[in-house]
């Protein structure tokens, strides 16, 4: 019988996520395990506080884990060189983008910045990645606006251009769709999903957008107050995985339809 092999491209064992003040480690999060595939679309949440935006700052090397371990392409994250990771891993954060000056190709093209010389000189692959970038999430009509004149949703996109002519295995969004509006969440959620169908990236996203994550993602981190639990949505819905992941005096999962509704 033929077993494919899995492609992983990132790996936790054993994690442990929090913070270490002088006195002590607080810790948010711990036996956190997961493989995450190439060409996978990951979605990962859990309440507010419950340490998304902590696992992401620790997966993106941003503050260390408190223990355990996170490989990236098979290496070890605590061995991987600032360089390294900037051509494995690309980024799209939610804070306030601070050069709104630029023109969107001139934004799109900072996601080269790995490859390019100390000035920031573009070569014809360069253009040639720009151009893609822009091209797979549907903005070369906007290359040349400011991107202050951009709105939440184009912004959004334009930033997912560049973290796509950067050109790495994997891409990590932080709350994507924070500020816009129901159909662009979906909208951004469906264009992630297409983008690891295209492009063959794997792209892990937290979320607030539980019902479209349930929908779209291959797999889903759950985080909650017991457990962080990894699998295929189907998967986690069986478990029951979701009953548990906000008091029910509000909200109830609905396993048929595999969606949260208002209780009345
Ligand atoms: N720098 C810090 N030092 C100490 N504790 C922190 C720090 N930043 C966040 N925390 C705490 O860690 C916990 C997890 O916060 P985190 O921002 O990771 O949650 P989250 O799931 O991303 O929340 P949200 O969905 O509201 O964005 C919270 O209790 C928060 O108060």
Redesign the pocket.
Known sequence: MKTESKHIILKAEQLSI??KTKRKD?V?ASDINFDLEKGQLIGLV??????????L?TLIKVQPELSGSISLNNQDLKQTSAHQLATQLSIVLTEQLTSKNLSVFELVALGRHPYTNWIGNLTEIDFEKINQALDLVGVTDLKEKKCFELSDGQLQKVMIARALAQDTDLIILD?PTTHLDMYHKAYILKLLKRLTQDTGKTILF?S?EINLAIQLCDTMIV?TKEVTVTDQPCHLIEKGVFYSLFPEDMIAFDSKTGSFRVTK
Do not use: A
Not at 46 to 55: R, V
């Open positions: 929090g913070y607080v948010i859990g309440e507010n506080g419950i340490g998304k935006s902590t696992l700052r709350e937290s607030h985080m």
